[in-house]
């Protein structure tokens, strides 16, 4: 039977204009059609199998062959080797390639085929999938739980377990500590956080709408969303680095990325019909006892 691009699952099944911008070939008619192709479409599936199987959460850690935990320094798992290895076991309607000459005859180098993984792996249509359903559902959680309190805890302590389990979030860990080395990079992550934080964002103006709040003056729902976005991240890594530090329990219920949530949105929301018309900088300062000269 023959396959083709159309038959292959989402996100493979995409336009990659624009993504996988350095395949080779003289004339840009070749490139072009080489980009949606079945092969080009059978690498990047090859690569994110190695991705996900590398940074994964399993269940068990499997022990080395010396009883040791395994290791991996950076993207050393992404080798050409073992890609080969991986496209060559690839199940219809994925293209199965057998040995280096087609990759080769694809990417000019393993460094071009990196930047093009991390670009289609980072793009915004990869973020569903990896995050799985149920973000409508926490959603309608913070929109129309008769407790707000308790649809926070439950949102933050889902959320979490969510972004930890995720192959993406731990890939874009280590890629961020050499950002720095290829502006590419930047773009692709920036690329990924659009796909994880538009929905989130409509989330927020429906539940600030919804529970009779306003957002005070000085602040944007972008920021806003973005403030909420990086304390989420950083308990994830904590969780990750540090699980026995008790960022969240065995149920929703007073975990501290909830705790962190309340936080922010008390500071930052405040009643939409009665208003301070003050930012929190100035209702800080307002509040604030002043300090004697000489004190």
Same mark, same amino acid.
């Given at each position: ?9 989402? *996100? ?17 008619? /070749?490139?072009?059609? @080489?980009?949606?192709? @079945?092969? +080009?479409?059978? =690498? #990047? ?34 080798? %050409? ?5 991986? +496209?060559?076991?690839? %199940? *219809? ?24 993984? #991390?670009?289609?792996?980072? $793009? ?12 409508? /559902?926490?959603?309608?959680? #913070? ?14 302590? $889902?959320? @979490? ?5 995720? *192959?993406?979030?731990? @890939?874009?860990?280590? +890629?961020?500590? /050499?950002?720095?080395? !290829?502006?590419? &990079? $930047?773009?692709? &992550?920036? !690329? ?12 927020? %103006?429906? /539940?600030?709408?919804?529970?009779? =709040? ?37 149920? *929703? $219920?007073?975990? #501290? +990325? ?7 949105m008390n500071s930052y929301l405040e009643p939409a019909g009665e208003p301070s018309g003050r930012s929190l900088r100035e209702e800080i300062e307002n509040a604030s006892q002043p300090i004697e000269d000489g004190r």
């Amino acid at each position: 039977m023959t396959y083709g691009k159309k038959d292959l699952p989402y *996100p493979y099944s995409q336009d990659f204009s624009g993504i996988v911008t350095r395949v080779k070939g003289v004339r840009e008619s /070749t490139r072009a059609a @080489l980009v949606n192709s @079945l092969k +080009v479409a059978s =690498y #990047l599936k090859a690569g994110a199998n190695l991705v996900e199987r590398n940074l994964g959460a399993p269940s068990e850690p499997a022990p080395g062959a010396d009883g040791c935990k395994a290791y991996w320094s950076g993207l050393n798992f992404l080798s %050409e080797r073992a890609l080969s290895r991986e +496209v060559a076991e690839l %199940e *219809p309607p994925f293209l199965r390639q057998k040995g280096t000459g087609p990759y080769r005859s694809t990417w000019a180098s393993h460094d071009d085929y990196l930047n093009d993984l #991390l670009a289609f792996l980072f $793009h915004a249509m990869n973020y569903d999938p990896q995050y799985g359903a149920g973000l409508e /559902t926490r959603g309608d959680w #913070l929109v129309t739980d008769p407790s707000f309190v308790d649809a926070i805890d439950r949102a933050a302590f $889902h959320e @979490l377990q969510a972004i930890t389990r995720m *192959p993406l979030f731990r @890939l874009q860990l280590v +890629v961020c500590a /050499t950002a720095d080395r !290829n502006d590419g &990079i $930047h773009d692709a &992550i920036a !690329n990924n956080y659009a796909g994880a934080l538009d929905p989130w964002m409509k989330v927020y %103006e429906a /539940t600030i709408a919804a529970r009779g =709040y306003r957002l005070r003056k000085g602040i944007t729902l972008e920021q806003f969303t973005n403030i909420l976005a990086a304390i989420m991240e950083g308990f994830a890594i904590r969780q990750l680095g540090d699980p026995a530090v008790g960022v969240v329990g065995e149920d *929703p $219920h007073n975990n #501290l +990325v909830a705790m962190a949530v309340l936080g922010i949105m008390n500071s930052y929301l405040e009643p939409a019909g009665e208003p301070s018309g003050r930012s929190l900088r100035e209702e800080i300062e307002n509040a604030s006892q002043p300090i004697e000269d000489g004190r």
